[in-house]
């Protein structure tokens, strides 16, 4: 059984950073592909970012892209989300998630192909 736990979320001012963990375990965590999904109320859950296994390739949706930074420690089955210079659009409950298909880069922006999700943490930009 795969368990995600993501923390680091609060309320912070616009402009204002904070950074996401998501600790993992009950798999091979240096095998996966992972990835940062979002949902803001009465919105859709939406790609946020994602990383290969190694690190070694990243991918940003193009509202994040400059701001925010993914990255992962394997030997302590962590992924980090870093996030800077926030928006208050940037309001939601954040997600991490492990990809089905093991390395596999290919769809990685859409969260049908993740098969295990973190509880959320909810980040909070006031104005």
């Known amino acids: 059984q795969v368990q995600l736990v993501e923390s680091g979320g609060g309320l912070v001012q616009a402009g204002g950073s904070l950074r996401l963990s998501c600790a993992a375990s009950?798999?091979?965590?240096?095998?996966?592909?992972m990835g940062w999904f979002r949902q803001a109320p009465g919105k859709e859950r939406e790609f946020v970012s994602a990383?290969?296994?190694?690190?070694?390739?990243?991918d940003y949706a193009d509202s994040v892209k400059g701001r925010f930074t993914i990255s992962r420690d394997n030997t302590k089955n962590t992924v980090y989300l870093q996030m800077n210079s926030l928006k208050p659009e940037d309001t939601a409950v954040y997600y991490c998630?492990?990809?089905?298909?093991?390395?596999?880069?290919?769809?990685?922006?859409?969260?049908?192909?993740?098969?295990?999700w973190g509880q959320g943490t909810q980040v909070t930009v006031s104005s």
């Open positions: 990383i290969n296994r190694n690190g070694a390739i990243t």
């Open positions: 009950g798999r091979s965590f240096d095998s996966y592909t």
């Open positions: 998630a492990v990809a089905k298909y093991g390395s596999s880069w290919w769809g990685r922006q859409s969260q049908n192909n993740y098969d295990y």
